[in-house]
Structure formats: structure tokens, C-alpha cells
């Protein structure tokens, strides 16, 4: 079936502009993630969604970060205000649990450059 | 998450088996070894992953020490599309601890497969 889709594949914006990325998860995968890469860097955790309980934040970086799911499906990711140290890969995650783990299958990223 | 120790690179030649370790010595019963790779400039693809026994499937073959502290990835006839960043990370597989929706990744082992 399809993986993890995300739009856009590359962005340019001016610093101060705000910026919407989406992710479209594996259908029928529960729980979604999102994590930062900067360049030559490894991935940081940012959020993650689990059904209906509350998304665990605790890897966003400031209050101009945030992130919202509709139900099980798409969910978007929200920075205000960019500023150049946000130019980064973002990448989603979806999972499912299979033989007693939760494998994380990621999408191709959204390349995010903040002049 | 217990924390993970793997070799900065590796080379390896096309054809022969590429055997990756990773020392996790603080694991903890209820967590998994994952193994994913990152070719450049696209997203993490996940490889494979454990608990105690030994796993093989499609891609490579997973071995883990009885001890569970360290464990091996086996690429058995690598590729030169196998040249990639290949990270071991070790995580609960049920939902018992806080950072059970993060997947940790430290630096990864940065595998060059060469003609």
C-alpha cells in the first residue's frame, strides 16, 4: 500500500513568514510523529499523536511550533514566525504495532529553507 | 531509552556481508532492538528489530547477544544502494514509560559500500 506522504517536498520562506506542513500517515496507522533533522544532523523528536489521547509535546522547540491531527488520518505542522535556524528536513512518522513493537515508518520529509 | 554505541563508519565491499554491531549495555527487559538506515536525503527506512530471539527477514538478519547487550545487523550480500547511515536504537515496545512514543537516534554507523 502507500507509505507516508508529505507536502510540500521542499518550502522557501522569509524569516517571519508562517509555514503549514502536512503529513499523510500509513491509513489504519494509530499513532503519528514528527521529528526535525537540520543538516548533517541526526533526527530530533518533536511531537507525537496516539489516538485520542494528548499528543505528547514535549520535543517542541518554542511556542511558534505546533501541530494538530484530524482523527487517525492527516495531521499538519504549524511554525510561526520562522526564523533561520528552523531551515531543517521535517519528517513524519506513522506506526502500527507489529510482533510486540511499534515500527515507525517515515515519509520522504519536507525540506524547510528560512532565508 | 537505554542508550546506544555503534562505530562511527564502516566500510564495506560489494558482495560480502556487511556486519554492523551496537552495544547497548543498559537495555531493559521490556525494550526492542530497532535497526533503520538513512540514505542521503531521504526519510529513515526501518530494517528490522528484536527482543531476544534472532530475526531475519527481507533486508538483513538481526542477532542478539544472550545477554541482550549488544547485538549485530547483517547485511548478507551488501549493495551499493546499501550505502547509508544505519542507526541502532533500543525502546520499549509497549506503552510503560514516557518516552515510549520517541524513537532516540544517536549518530549511527555511516556504512560505505565501495565496487
Known amino acids: 500500500g502507500a507509505g507516508v506522504s508529505q507536502s510540500p517536498s521542499n518550502k522557501v520562506t522569509e524569516k517571519g513568514k508562517d509555514v503549514e506542513l502536512r503529513c499523510d500517515p500509513i491509513?489504519?496507522?494509530?499513532?503519528l510523529y514528527w521529528y526535525r533533522q537540520r543538516l548533517g544532523q541526526g533526527l530530533e523528536f518533536l511531537i507525537y499523536f496516539q489516538g485520542n489521547s494528548a499528543p505528547d509535546k514535549s520535543g517542541l522547540p518554542s511556542d511558534r511550533f505546533s501541530a494538530e491531527r484530524t482523527g487517525e488520518s492527516v495531521s499538519t505542522l504549524t511554525i510561526q514566525r520562522t526564523q533561520q535556524e528552523d531551515s531543517a528536513v521535517y519528517l513524519c512518522a506513522s506506526s502500527v504495532e507489529r510482533q510486540g513493537g511499534w515500527t515507525q515508518y517515515f515519509g520522504p520529509g519536507t525540506r524547510l529553507l528560512v532565508l | 531509552d537505554a542508550k546506544t554505541t555503534q562505530p562511527p563508519s564502516m566500510d564495506c565491499a560489494e558482495g560480502r556481508a556487511a556486519n554492523l554491531p551496537c552495544n547497548h549495555s543498559t537495555i531493559s527487559g521490556n525494550e526492542y532492538v530497532y535497526w533503520y538506515r538513512q540514505i542521503h536525503s531521504q526519510g529513515p527506512q526501518y530494517i528490522i528489530h528484536?527482543?531476544?530471539n534472532n530475526e531475519t527477514n527481507e533486508m538483513a538478519s538481526l542477532i542478539i547477544t544472550e545477554d541482550r547487550k549488544s547485538s549485530t545487523l547483517i547485511l548478507p550480500h551488501a549493495t551499493l544502494r546499501d550505502t547509508a547511515v544505519y542507526y541502532c536504537i533500543v525502546r520499549a515496545g509497549s506503552r510503560t514509560t514516557d518516552s515510549w512514543g520517541k524513537l532516540q537516534f544517536g549518530a549511527g554507523t555511516q556504512v560505505v559500500v565501495t565496487p
Open positions: 491509513s489504519g496507522h494509530t499513532a
Open positions: 528484536g527482543l531476544k
